[in-house]
Every structure is written in C-alpha cells, then in structure tokens.
C-alpha cells in the first residue's frame, strides 16, 4: 500500500480551505433545516385531521421514508463500511480476513430484535399492570355504591380496545427510540466526514445528497414519534436530538479538520464499525418495524388502493436514495 494514500484524501487540485468552510457551513445550516422539517412534520401534522396517523396519507408518507431508510441501509451505511473496514490502509490480519462489515451488521440488525421484542414486552408488562389496577379500583368501587354495581354491559370490549391501542402506541415508541439510535450513530459519522473535509469537489455534491436524505429520515422517525402518541416535550425532545445530530457531528468534523485523517487506521475502524452496526439497525428497523407493521396489518389487506399507492412511493423512495449513491 503507498503511506501517500493513506495519509490524506486525494483532492484532485480541488482543495480550498476558506470555500470548504463556507460550504460546511451552508451545509450545517441546511441540513438544520431539512431535519428539523423532516421530523417536525408528521409530529405537527397528526394536529390536523388529514394528516393524523389513523389517514391514509399517514401511511403513504411512512411507506416512502421506510424505502428511504432502507435504501440508507443498504445502498450508503452497509458499501460504507466494508470500504471502511477492507481498506488498504488497514492491516491484512484481521481486517482483510474476515467480512467484519457484514458480521457486525447481522450482530447488529439480530440484536436490534431482541432490545425491539424485551422492551416492548416490558412495557406491555407495565401498561397490563396498570390497567389491572385501574379495573380493581373500579370494580371496588362499584361493589361499595350503596350495594349497586355498575357495570356497563360494554366495559369488557372498551377496555380490551382501549389495551390494544395503549399497546399499539408502546410500541411505537419503542420503535421510535430504537430507530433514533440507528439512525444518529451514522448521522454523526456522516456529520464528522463533511465537518473535516476541505476538498469542495467532495463537499458539494454531499449537500445536497445529505438534506435530502436528513429530510425523509426525519419523516420516517417523526412518523414512529407521532404515533407513539409521546407528551409534546419527550417528543420535541427527540425531534431536536435527531436534527441536531449531523450538524452538531459537522462542527466537530469542522474543529478536527487540521488533524483528522479519514484514512488512518483509527478512523477507518471506528467510521466502519459505526456504519456496520447502523447498516444492521436501520435495515431490521425498515423491514420489520415499518414495513411489516404496515403492509401485514388488515386495514392495508383489505384496501388494494392504499396497497398501491403504499407500494408506490415504498419504492420511489429506495429509489430516490439508491440515485442520491451516485452523488454520495
């Protein structure tokens, strides 16, 4: 390997450390922007009746930002870190050795499972419990009304309903949080890259690439957030987490860049385990919990039409960002 390589990123006589700053900059603040918006607007929108999560247009709308994180999974994060972690920069033992990117992401995606399932059921353990009690505080009030009980002749189906939906909404919100993880583990990494570049060639492309890809991201997590059913301050609290998390990694990458080397060893290693274990997150989280938990629900079986137009932008949206892989 030639230590020339190695030591810094080829600029192909583009290198301009006062335009770089700009463009990182105008970078930071759009991609502000782009999430902010991207993960506000199903949060904000489920105000407004046409766009609460029980429309059909809540689901169109998840269906293109599930495409989208699933093509950030597997068309970005994943090629990502097996140019990380295969580098020739990199010792041949182990890394050239063994396909660690996609071990990692298998890890990854397997563990994701079993922290979706023991936190769900965690909760629904916590809800039953609680409905339980309510149910006995009610019923012993019943048996000490003057010796009168009453009981409804419907009480049994409303709190079996109203069980399904609490636990519908517990499981949006271990979806959601889940999500958030995946989805800012690569964001910083992504964040940091742009942050220490100086090579405007690279830098631009990436802008553009980066807002759009932060806009629908946003989408897919605001729509979890929403139907996860949070308190205004949990979910703003998350919303601002998610659109902070690249601009915040830019800064850094900004504060780094007179000594960051993206191709040491150190950094291809840990820029590589990241984008593994976020490949194997996001892809699970795209298949399982936005996917599946739509497409294999009654409501989008018995409307061919929804189905359609589900599918439709399902796939406009992988596509939409498998085409942004030509730009980044």
Same mark, same amino acid.
């Given at each position: 390997?030639?230590?020339?390589?190695?030591?810094?990123?080829?600029?192909?006589?583009?290198?301009?450390?006062?335009?770089?700053? =700009?463009?990182? #900059?105008? *970078?930071?603040?759009?991609?502000?922007?782009?999430?902010?918006?991207?993960?506000?607007?199903?949060?904000?929108?489920?105000?407004?009746?046409?766009?609460?999560?029980?429309?059909?247009?809540?689901?169109?709308?998840?269906?293109?930002?599930?495409?989208?994180? %699933?093509?950030?999974?597997?068309?970005?994060?994943?090629?990502?870190?097996?140019?990380?972690?295969? +580098?020739?920069?990199?010792?041949?033992?182990?890394?050239?050795?063994?396909? !660690?990117?996609?071990?990692?992401?298998?890890?990854?995606?397997?563990?994701?499972?079993? #922290?979706?399932?023991? *936190?769900?059921?965690?909760?629904?353990?916590?809800?039953?419990?609680?409905?339980?009690?309510? =149910?006995?505080?009610?019923?012993?009030?019943?048996?000490?009304?003057?010796?009168?009980?009453?009981?409804?002749?419907? +009480?049994?189906?409303?709190?079996?309903?109203?069980?399904?939906?609490?636990?519908?909404?517990?499981?949006?919100?271990?979806?959601?949080?889940?999500?958030?993880?995946?989805?800012?583990?690569?964001?910083?990494?992504?964040? @940091?890259?742009?942050?220490?570049?100086?090579?405007?060639?690279?830098?631009?492309?990436?802008?553009?690439?980066?807002?759009?890809?932060?806009?629908?991201?946003?989408?897919?997590?605001?729509?979890? #957030?929403?139907?996860?059913?949070?308190?205004?301050?949990? *979910?703003?609290?998350?919303?601002?987490? !998610?659109?902070?998390?690249?601009?915040?990694?830019?800064?850094?990458?900004?504060?780094?860049?007179?000594?960051?080397?993206?191709?040491?060893?150190?950094?291809?290693?840990?820029?590589?385990?990241?984008?593994?274990?976020?490949?194997? @997150?996001? #892809?699970?989280?795209?298949?399982?919990?936005?996917?599946?938990?739509?497409? %294999?629900?009654?409501?989008?079986?018995?409307?061919?039409?929804?189905?359609?137009?589900?599918?439709?932008?399902?796939?406009?949206?992988?596509?939409?960002?498998?085409?942004?892989?030509?730009?980044?």
């Amino acid at each position: 390997m030639s230590s020339d390589s190695c030591s810094s990123d080829a600029s192909d006589g583009c290198y301009d450390k006062d335009l770089a700053l =700009k463009l990182r #900059i105008g *970078a930071l603040i759009s991609i502000l922007i782009a999430s902010a918006i991207g993960v506000s607007f199903p949060i904000i929108g489920k105000s407004y009746k046409a766009l609460r999560p029980q429309r059909d247009i809540f689901f169109i709308v998840k269906a293109f930002a599930a495409g989208v994180i %699933l093509a950030t999974g597997f068309v970005h994060v994943l090629p990502d870190a097996f140019e990380s972690l295969t +580098s020739e920069c990199l010792k041949e033992n182990p890394w050239a050795k063994f396909p !660690f990117a996609g071990f990692i992401s298998m890890v990854a995606a397997m563990l994701t499972s079993v #922290i979706d399932y023991s *936190a769900t059921a965690f909760y629904e353990r916590i809800a039953r419990t609680e409905q339980e009690g309510h =149910k006995q505080d009610h019923d012993s009030t019943d048996h000490h009304d003057n010796g009168v009980t009453h009981v409804p002749v419907h +009480s049994h189906v409303h709190t079996h309903e109203e069980l399904e939906a609490g636990n519908t909404k517990l499981r949006q919100r271990v979806v959601s949080q889940v999500l958030e993880v995946g989805i800012v583990a690569h964001s910083v990494i992504i964040g @940091i890259a742009l942050g220490a570049s100086e090579v405007p060639c690279t830098i631009r492309p990436l802008v553009a690439a980066l807002t759009f890809h932060q806009f629908f991201e946003g989408m897919g997590l605001g729509s979890c #957030i929403a139907q996860g059913g949070f308190k205004m301050k949990a *979910a703003s609290f998350m919303a601002l987490a !998610f659109s902070f998390t690249t601009p915040v990694g830019i800064v850094v990458g900004i504060g780094i860049s007179s000594t960051y080397n993206e191709n040491s060893q150190t950094a291809l290693v840990v820029q590589g385990l990241f984008d593994a274990a976020s490949s194997g @997150i996001l #892809i699970y989280m795209a298949l399982v919990d936005l996917m599946a938990a739509d497409f %294999l629900t009654p409501r989008m079986r018995k409307n061919p039409g929804l189905q359609m137009w589900c599918y439709a932008a399902l796939f406009l949206g992988a596509g939409a960002m498998a085409l942004l892989a030509v730009w980044a």
